[in-house]
């Protein structure tokens, strides 16, 4: 089984090609070897920006057992559920097919909740490390933390809240757990106070570009890591929020600008205004001149 402590770096995230009636498995498997050859060190499967929430039953099987295979060993799996009586069932069966550990998304803002899902897969699948994704409708203090990190199988935390002060009491509040952050626009700030992984979503149509601005956070080159972040993430996620149900919308029209193929998405994501695609348009077609210019980069594609 892979060491959790070992999944520090940038975490990819495959987003699901789907067809008109399911999802397309060759697509999604190209999208994972990409990632993978592009240097992530952790892929998580069918995240919230591959569209969890509209998969169905067996559409996350089949994603979950495609890019398993697709990873081929290489770096650690992990499996994206939402925190539900299904949950249980899904990771131990996960664990079956090879996955290295669970992030669990939560759907109720009672930690006492939470804890009974987290204790719920701990027994169902013993020893598979999981991760909480901390995001709304879930905000906890340093107490309820301590309280859900009672489960020894609990291993790191993801941060979906972007909140300087709230990372730094939860951070303090249990020292053994290790932490992700799920955007990459606060990736200067939280890598400050010891963030040690990203999740960023340019990893799905530019992967060496996040690596390009961690290797500067680790040589401490902050003015590089800056212009890395502010010429290309912080207008992307800018977009990405600029209006309701467009984020995953964004993301795939810059893996299309990249020459990603996409597949389609589902509702509730909306598709692009023109000036939106042309906005994605500049900022991707910049990720190969303007930026590696900027901070003395190698060429990103």
């Known amino acids: 089984m892979s060491d959790p402590c070992a999944w520090h770096g940038i975490w990819g995230f495959p987003l699901t090609p789907f067809t008109e009636h399911g999802i397309d498995a060759e697509l999604l498997a190209q999208a994972t070897d990409r990632q993978v050859a592009g240097g992530v060190d ?81 027994e169902a699948a013993p020893g598979l490390p999981q991760v909480l994704y901390h995001r709304h409708p879930l905000r906890l203090a340093g107490d309820q933390l301590r309280r859900l990190a009672d489960v020894p199988e609990l291993a790191w935390v993801k941060d979906g809240h972007r909140d300087a002060r709230l990372f730094r009491r939860l951070r303090g509040a249990v020292e053994r757990l290790r932490w992700v952050s799920a955007w990459e626009d606060v990736a200067l700030a939280f890598w400050a106070m010891g963030c040690e992984a990203f999740a960023p979503a340019s990893t799905a149509y530019a992967p060496q570009y996040a690596r390009g601005w961690l290797a500067a956070l680790q040589r401490g080159d902050l003015a590089g890591a800056r212009a890395l972040l502010a010429a290309h993430a912080y207008p992307m996620v800018d977009l990405r929020l600029s209006r309701p149900d467009i984020d995953v919308s964004v993301v795939k029209e810059a893996m299309r600008v990249s020459s990603v193929p996409t597949g389609l998405t589902r509702p509730p994501a909306r598709e692009l205004e023109d000036a939106e695609c042309a906005r994605v348009r500049e900022l991707v077609n910049a990720l190969g001149r303007d930026i590696s210019r900027r901070v003395g980069q190698p060429n990103l594609p």
Do not use: F, N, W
Not at 45 to 51: F, M, P
Not at 79 to 103: C, K, L, Q, R, S
């Open 42 to 122: 952790v892929l998580c499967a069918c995240g919230l920006i591959a569209q969890l929430e509209q998969l169905s039953t067996t559409e996350h099987r089949r994603c979950t057992e495609t890019i398993i295979a697709a990873a081929a060993g290489r770096i650690p799996v992990l499996i994206t559920v939402m925190a539900t009586p299904d949950a249980p069932g899904i990771a131990a069966a996960a664990a079956e097919h090879g996955a290295a550990g669970i992030v669990l998304v939560p759907r109720s803002p009672d930690p006492d909740v939470t804890l009974k899902v987290l204790r719920d897969i701990a």
